[in-house]
């Protein structure tokens, strides 16, 4: 850093924290204050300039913006790297439309870019980085390097030793199978997610919850099948319950996925929730609209908002005791898609020659009656 990067600096601080108000010293008394020429002062006050921390300087009076006096966010660079995908989620979206409203009217601002390289060349310009569900540790890594884990907050995914803000995706799948396995009696529910061989990933947490509660539940049985992404989802279901045709419900790790297990039933003639269950993530727009409607998780986007936006103001703010991370719990949204455990439901129901063994019953038992 040049001896005028650290002079506008300190000269920043000190209008940041409301010790210069209205006008700055004049340039022979910020000469005399930080000890250097007044071509350097000039410089400077160029640069302050150009960051809209001052307004102009002519003569003895240098006007300081009101904007950025007494505000330790004035101009501050919030970098959200994600997925552009993610940035469609109902859930991702109203929180970081949440966070730039709040963030602008404190002028701050806010980037956004689709990778950790991306991140990397943001440089000097970057005061704190929002990471959303990288599911890499070396990605996750690279990012704490780039811009230092004090000044990185995750969200949508939980890192020990990081901050982090997050829905508590382990307790959501307890959750998930005390609704479907203690309440509604299913005996075989099958998993279906997608990167569970990541460490980071949520999809892997929420299958952790529900292990946890088979380990003390010997008459249930888990089969978790992995959705290979950019395949087709009822592929994946068919697949499940091809291998598993006696699974009588499914806890999707994600909404779409969900959907997946209506298309394929939908294909089998077999009614939803009559004789298969389907339980979701995310409460995406579309899950109130299918039909059945999808009973799945939804997470409290407003208090994750909340949480998001006060940690970020904590990072950004020198001097401020660091806050602990926050976890919030989800909230199960009943519609129409669970129901009671079949008490009978032949598991040839699944295969794929059960519409022509259907069809042999009904032409032997016409035979005999005809008989």
């Not at 940041?16 to 010293?25: H, I, K, N, R």
């Not at 319950?241 to 969900?258: G, K, M, N, Q, S």
Request: glycine share 6%; charged share 20%.
């Amino acid at each position: 850093m040049t001896l005028f990067e650290k002079v506008a600096q300190e000269i920043k601080n000190r209008i940041a924290s409301g010790e210069y108000t209205t006008t700055l010293p004049s340039i022979s008394e910020l000469s005399s204050i930080h000890r250097i020429g007044p071509s350097t002062v000039k410089r400077t006050l160029n640069w302050l300039k150009q960051q809209e921390y001052i307004r102009g300087f002519q003569g003895k009076c240098v006007m300081v913006n009101p904007a950025a006096c007494n505000n330790p966010y004035f101009r501050k660079n919030v970098v959200v790297c994600a997925n552009m995908e993610l940035l469609g989620n109902q859930f991702y979206g109203f929180v970081l439309n949440d966070l730039n409203h709040h963030l602008s009217e404190l002028n701050c601002r806010i980037t956004f870019v689709n990778s950790v390289r991306r991140l990397r060349e943001c440089g000097t310009d970057l005061d704190a980085a929002i990471l959303i569900e990288v599911a890499d540790n070396a990605e996750l890594k690279e990012a704490a390097a780039v811009c230092g884990r004090d000044h990185l907050l995750l969200l949508g995914m939980k890192k020990e030793n990081y901050l982090y803000v997050d829905t508590d995706n382990t307790v959501a799948g307890v959750q998930a199978m005390e609704y479907l396995h203690g309440e509604l009696g299913h005996r075989k529910i099958g998993l279906l997610g997608i990167e569970l061989g990541l460490e980071l990933s949520y999809d892997r947490q929420r299958f952790a919850g529900a292990e946890h509660y088979a380990a003390a539940h010997p008459d249930l049985q888990l089969f978790t099948y992995e959705y290979t992404r950019g395949s087709d989802p009822q592929q994946s279901v068919a697949g499940m319950l091809e291998e598993h045709p006696d699974i009588t419900a499914v806890f999707a790790a994600r909404d779409y996925l969900a959907l997946g297990c209506y298309s394929y039933c939908q294909s089998r003639h077999i009614p939803i929730p009559q004789k298969f269950s389907v339980l979701g993530f995310d409460d995406r727009d579309f899950a109130a609209l299918q039909y059945p409607p999808l009973t799945t998780f939804q997470q409290n986007k407003e208090l994750i908002a909340r949480e998001a936006l006060t940690h970020i103001l904590n990072i950004l703010n020198p001097g401020a005791v660091p806050l602990p991370s926050y976890m919030s719990k989800p909230v199960l949204i009943r519609r129409g898609s669970c129901g009671k455990a079949p008490v009978s439901f032949a598991s040839h129901a699944f295969s794929g020659d059960f519409q022509e063994k259907k069809k042999k019953t009904e032409e032997v038992s016409r035979e005999f009656r005809c008989g």
